[in-house]
């Protein structure tokens, strides 16, 4: 009944295991360096030493696990064994990825009779459970639903910007007609009422055309960033701009001070429409990265309380009912609307 955390002497991972910590959960550290986890261990925590490319060393180091962590990315390019190892050990498995392209290959490929819930953080949890919910203000079938985030003030780790260099120069998609089509960065735009005003958003690589279709009968289904409209234009430059992105990662501090992070606000906006009608919803918060650990622990305390409505590779508003699991979520995360 304990939890596994990869990749927890990383940014992210330290955050992970203070919330561990604080919500009393049996941890087991894994990553590469023994003495780096050594170090960071506490009385009575296990550590076991494995690489996120060594399925071997995976599987022993998740045996006997109730549920494994994930923080190690970018997880595309380290490939799918913590995956399988967890499934393979009958653990359920929860990430931090913020990779759309991942995260279609987790659903493409991986069969389990545990839960596997892929990015379970900031990226992008509050775009699937704020789509839910204004879907259920909706009767019968959704023509539409638009999901759209804006962020102030959020700076970032090294890993972040290592897999925003990895992500700008993948493929992406969204969900038109009732099925997955190709897209891109600023291939569409539109204008959204925040409760701020109306603001331009451009099309981004959120999950949300991959997520929501999966609990809500939906035609269209895409994800928007706030970003000026010259943003757009600039999008077929990505890929020429991801290597200097990934170069520039290797320098500047670890992560955000905990100060930074606290005047760091985000608001995400969902708008479904159909022949029933119209819904909406809106979610706040502050520091992502703190909202990120708690996902993850109350992911995990859900998961270990057997509360996943399923099992396999599941949406956020699909393992779990998404107003239950926001009220849990305080004082970094509430409902608006």
């Known amino acids: 009944m304990s939890l596994a955390i990869l990749g927890v002497t990383g940014f992210t991972g330290r955050l992970v295991l203070d919330q561990a910590r604080r919500a009393g959960l049996q941890v087991r550290l894994v990553g590469r360096r023994g003495d780096a986890l050594e170090a960071l261990a506490g009385a009575g925590e ?179 960033i706030r970003a000026p409209g010259i943003a757009a234009k600039a999008g077929s430059l990505s890929r020429l701009a991801a290597p200097f992105v990934r170069a520039a990662s290797r320098v500047g501090p670890s992560g955000p001070s905990e100060e930074s992070r606290r005047k760091s606000r985000f608001t995400v906006v969902a708008e479904a429409r159909g022949p029933g009608g119209t819904g909406r919803a809106v979610v706040d918060g502050t520091d992502v990265y703190g909202l990120t650990a708690l996902l993850i622990i109350r992911g995990a305390e859900a998961l270990l309380a057997g509360e996943a409505r399923g099992t396999g590779v599941l949406a956020p508003a699909e393992a779990f009912d998404a107003r239950t699991l926001a009220g849990r979520l305080e004082p970094y995360l509430r409902i608006v609307e």
Do not use: C, N
Request: no cysteine.
């Open 46 to 224: 296990e550590v076991r030493v494995a690489d996120a490319r060594d399925d071997e060393s995976l599987r022993a180091a998740f045996t006997g696990i109730g549920v494994v962590a994930s923080l190690a990315g970018p997880f595309l390019e380290l490939g799918l064994g913590p995956v399988k190892a967890a499934v393979d050990a009958g653990a359920d498995y929860l990430d931090t990825s913020g990779e759309q392209q991942w995260v279609g290959l987790v659903h493409a490929e991986i069969q389990a009779e545990t839960v596997v819930l892929p990015a379970f953080g900031f990226d992008y949890v509050p775009g699937d459970l704020a789509a839910r919910l204004a879907a259920e203000k909706v009767e019968g079938t959704l023509d539409e639903i638009v999901v759209a985030y804006s962020v102030k003030g959020v700076g970032t780790s090294r890993g972040t910007r290592r897999t925003i260099g990895r992500v700008m120069g993948q493929k992406q998609v969204a969900w038109q007609d009732s099925r997955l089509v190709p897209s891109g960065f600023g291939a569409t735009t539109r204008t959204v009422r925040f409760p701020f005003g109306e603001r331009t958003v451009v099309e981004w690589g959120g999950t949300e055309p991959l997520t929501v279709p999966r609990h809500t009968d939906v035609r269209d289904v895409r994800s928007y």
